[in-house]
C-alpha cells in the first residue's frame, strides 16, 4: 500500500498527531489521507511539508478553487494517479462544476499540445516577450 | 529562429491571412506572434490550432486569467520557455498581478514536489478517492 | 501482465538462459524479475540491456547504493511505477535504511520544486556557471 | 533576465538580506546565484525554499556530495538548463570527480531508457516488490 | 472508472451518438473504448477531439502504422498506461509486428537515454543545426 | 560549450579516434557533432552509444527514415533542443518531406494532448486492451 507502511493515528508520536490534528481541523474532516500516513515516517518533512501545503493552498490573492484547479492541472501533466484522484476529490469540494472541470482539463490538454508544437519547430521566443530584469 | 522560417503577414496566402487577422482581431493587437507564423506552414493545423485556442481560453465557466495561470502552470512544468515566456505576458495582460504570480508558482512548484513525494513513497489511492463510474 | 507476455526460464532458448544465468549470478538470486522475462522476447536487446545495467549499476567510482539512489530517484521523477518499487527493494538489499530513503526522497522533491520554480521564473543562467568547453 | 528581475543585495529589505546573509554563510561564497535574486522578490517563499534547500542538502544519513548527485541526476531528467548548470558546479565543489559525473550521468541515461522499455512492455510488477504496508 | 463515469451509446444525446456512429464506422468496429465515453460528458471536445483524431491519424504523407508506432512512442516517453495499452493495440490491428514493436521500443529507449546525456553534458547546438528561419 | 568541453579528432585518443571514424564512414559525412565530442571525455561510454545509436537507427523492419521520426517525436515529447535540432536534420537528409514534418508534428502534439486528457478522466483500461501475458 505505501513502501513503510502507514502510520495510524492511534499508533502516531505526539508530533505526528500535532500535525494530524491540524489537518483535520484544517480540512473539517476525520480522515487522513494515504499521503500524510506514509509521509509520517519522517515526522520532520511531514510537518514542513504539511505546513507548506496549508499556507500555500490557502486564500490568498488567488482563491483557493483556483489553486486547487493549478494543482490538478499539474498532476495531470505529470500522470500523478494518485494526485489526480485526491485533488480533484478536494476541488469538487471547494466548488468545482462540471464545467469547470471540463475547461480547466481542455486548457491543459491544449498548453501539453501546444508546448510540443513549439518546440517541435524550435521556435524562438518573441523581443516583446524576453524577460528583462 | 525556427525550423522552416516564419511566415509574415505580406508572404501569407489568404487562408492564412483570414487566421492572422483574427487572431489580432481576437487579441486586439497588430502583432503576430512568433508560434503562429511558424505554424503557418501546415495551414489546416494553423486553423485548427487557432480555433482550439481561441475558444478554450475564452470566457466560459472559468475566467480567462484562470485559464492562462492553468496554462503557465502546465507550461512551467513542461519546461516550455517560448510558452512560459508568452503565456505570462498573457497573464499579466489579463490581469495576474505580481503576488497572483507568486502564488500560482508556489502551487506549481508544490505540486511538482508532492506528485513524487506520492510515487517514491508509492502510496496507494484512498478507497474514497477512487473514481467510480 | 506485459504487452507479449513472459518467457520463463524453461521456455528459454539458450541464448536467453545464457542472460538469466548471468542475471542470477551476478544478483545472486534464483528468481528473473518480470522486466527481463518481458524484453527477452528480443533476445539481442535482452543481452545489451542487462550488459548495460550490470557494468553501469556495478561498483566504481561512485558506490553501487548510490549509483541505486539514482537510479530511484530518476524513477521517481519519471513516475515509473515499477521501477521504483523494484529498485527501491534493490536500494534496500545494498544497504539503504529508512533514513537514507527518506533523505533521498526529499532531495527528489526539492530538485523537482526548484526546477519549475527555476522555470516560471525565467532565470538566466549565471556567467559563473556557464559550460565553458 | 527573469520574469521580475533580480532584487540584489544593496537592494533587498532586511528580511531579503538576512536570506542572503545566510546562504552566503553557508555556502562559503559572497555571490547570491540568479536563483535566489529572482525569488527574492517573494520574500516568504524565499526564506522557506532556502531553509527547504539548505537543511535538506545538508549532511544527514546520506553524504552532502550524493545529494548533489541526486539534485543534478533529477535536473537532468526533467531538462532543466539552469539546474544542472548550478549544481553541476556545486557537485564539483564537494568532490565530484569526472569519472564520478560519467557514472552518475550514465546512470540517468539507463534509468530514463529502463523507464519506457518497462512501460512499453506493460511489464506488470513482481509479487515480492509489491509495497506492503 | 473513470471521474464523471461513462456515457454507454443507449443513454446518448443525439449530438454525442453522431460521434460514437462514426468513431465505429470509421474504426470499423462496435465498440466504443472508455475514453470516448468518459470524454462524452462534455459533448464539444468530444466531436472535436475526434475529428481532431481521426483526421491527423489517417493517410497522408506517412502511413497510418507510422502515425501509430509515433503516438505509442510519445505515450512510452509520458508513461500513459492507458494510451500504450489501446495505442498498441490499435498498431498491431494496422500490422505492426513483433519485430517492428521491437525496434520502435528501443528507439524510444535510446531517445530518452541521449535526452539525458545531451542535457547532462550540457552540449550546445552545432551551428549546422541551429534553425534559420 | 559543454561540461567537459569538445574533444576534437587531432586531441582523441585511438579509441576514441576508432568510434569518429566509424561516425564518419557510416553517416557518410567528415563531421562529428558536438554530442560524441562531449560524451568522449568518457570512451567506454562513447564507443557503446555509438554502436547502440548506430545498430537501433540502421535498417531492419522499420525504415530508417520511420525510426528518425519516432526519435524526433519522443525528443519532441522531452523537449530536448539539441536532439529536435540534430535528429530534424538527420530526418531531412534520409527523406523527410515537410508534409511528413507536419504530420509527424501533428501527431505529437495529439498524443501529449490526448494522453493528459485520459489522466484528467482517470479513465480505466478497456478490458480488450488489458496486456495477457
Known sequence: ?????????????????????????????????NFWKALAHDPVRLKRMWEETRDIMSAGSLDPLVKELIYVAVSISNQCDYCIAAHTASA??????????????????????????????????????????
Open 1 to 33: 500500500m505505501s513502501t513503510l507502511g502507514f502510520i495510524e493515528y492511534e499508533d502516531a508520536s505526539p508530533e505526528v498527531r500535532a500535525v494530524y490534528d491540524d489537518i483535520m481541523a484544517t480540512r473539517k474532516t476525520d480522515k487522513i489521507t
Open 92 to 133: 469538487r469540494k471547494k466548488g468545482m462544476t462540471d464545467a469547470m472541470f471540463h475547461e480547466m482539463l481542455a486548457t491543459v490538454g491544449l498548453a501539453n499540445e501546444n508546448n510540443r508544437l513549439v518546440a517541435g519547430l524550435q521556435v524562438e521566443i518573441d523581443e516583446q516577450f524576453r524577460a528583462i530584469g
